[in-house]
């Protein structure tokens, strides 16, 4: 799995690398069919304090790519917040690659 962090108006420092890093583990965990990951975490010039903090990722898995943003007021309840939003979309699709079909019993005569 390829991961890539970058900050966008921010540095991204190791404590923060680390805990997405911890966070992203549990897609992973999830569905171990993921090829790349990019996390861009930004803090937005606006003159209101809530939902400065936006944090994006789009994860490329075998024959899908998914997105998910999600803003706070602290960044890492927002990457909490984008985790939580990626794992829903990653059990979905790996639950929609899985065939559900089972085949009919066989009838005894």
């Known amino acids: 799995m390829n991961l890539t962090i970058s900050g966008h108006h921010l540095e991204v420092t190791p404590a923060l690398r680390s805990y997405v890093t911890t966070k992203l583990d549990r897609i992973a965990r999830h569905f171990d069919q993921v090829v790349d990951v990019k996390v861009l975490l930004t803090v937005e010039k606006q003159k209101e304090k809530d ?6 990722c789009t994860i490329h898995v075998k024959g899908n790519d998914m997105f998910a943003e999600s803003a706070h007021e602290d960044l890492y309840a927002a990457v909490d917040e984008l985790v939580d939003k990626l794992d829903r979309q990653v059990v979905r699709h790996k639950d929609r690659l899985q065939d559900h079909h089972h085949e009919a019993p066989k009838r005894i005569m």
């Open 51 to 56: 939902r400065r903090q936006r944090a994006e």
